[in-house]
C-alpha cells in the first residue's frame, strides 16, 4: 500500500508528460554530414535516335558601310551612306524641333505642322506633290516625334532630283492654306478627344 501510494505520489508530482525533443548530438560531439541526395539520372542519355547539336560558327567581322561627313555651304550637316545593291535613294532632313519645344496650351502642334508640310507649296499644290511623287514611284512623308522633324522622300537612284527638289521645297516654301489645315486639324481634334477618354 505504501509502494503504490508512493508511486502515485511521484507520478502526481511530475504532471502531465510532454514530448521532448531529443539532440541528435551531443555537447562537443561533430555534428554528422548530411546524406548526399541521389544522383540524377538523365533520361537521353545512351539514345541514338536524337539530333545532334550542330557546330558554332565561327565569329566573323560585321562589315558596316562607311559614313561620309561633311557640311553644306549653308551650314547643313550631311551623313551619306552608299550602297548599290538597290538602284534606290532615300534621303531624309531632320529639324531639330518636335513636342518638347511645343508650348502647353498647343499640344500636336508639331505633328500638325509636319503633316501640312506635304500639302501644298508656293509652287506646287497637294495634288501636284503627290503626282510627282507618285509619278517616279517614290514616297514623300513629313513626321514629328518629341524632339525631331523629319521630312522623308524615296525614290529611284535616276530620280535623285525630283527627292531633293520635293524636300526643299515642302522644307522651306509650304503655304499652309486654310483648305488643307481644316480636315486634318478635324483629325487631329478626333484623336485628342479619343485620347482623354482612355484611362491610360
Keep these: 500500500m505504501k509502494h503504490a501510494l508512493f508511486i502515485a505520489l511521484s507520478l502526481a508530482s511530475c504532471g502531465p508528460r510532454h514530448a521532448v525533443a ?8 561533430t555534428p554528422a554530414a548530411a546524406p548526399s541526395p541521389p544522383a540524377a539520372t538523365d533520361p537521353w542519355q545512351g539514345r541514338t535516335d536524337l539530333v545532334s547539336t550542330p557546330d558554332r560558327p ?6 558596316l558601310p562607311k559614313i561620309e561627313r561633311f557640311a553644306l555651304p549653308n551650314g547643313l550637316k550631311v551623313l551619306l551612306v552608299e550602297d548599290h545593291d538597290l538602284p534606290m535613294v532615300s534621303m531624309e532632313l531632320a529639324l531639330k524641333v518636335g513636342a518638347a519645344d511645343e508650348p502647353r496650351d498647343k499640344r500636336s502642334l508639331a505633328s500638325f505642322v509636319a503633316t501640312m508640310l506635304t500639302k501644298g507649296t508656293r509652287k506646287r499644290s497637294a495634288d501636284a506633290i503627290a503626282q510627282l511623287i507618285d509619278g517616279v514611284g517614290g514616297t ?8 525631331t522633324t523629319r521630312v522623308r522622300c524615296e525614290a529611284m ?6 527627292c531633293l527638289d520635293l524636300v526643299s521645297e515642302v ?10 489645315m481644316d480636315p486634318i486639324r478635324d483629325r487631329f481634334v478626333s484623336a485628342t478627344k479619343q485620347a482623354r477618354d482612355d484611362a491610360a
Design 171 to 180: 522644307t522651306i516654301r509650304p503655304t499652309l492654306v486654310a483648305k488643307e
Design 58 to 63: 565561327a565569329p566573323q567581322a560585321l562589315a
Design 140 to 147: 514623300l512623308e513629313a513626321t514629328s516625334d518629341f524632339e
Design 22 to 29: 531529443v539532440p541528435e548530438n551531443l555537447p562537443g560531439e
Design 157 to 162: 537612284a535616276k530620280d535623285v532630283g525630283t
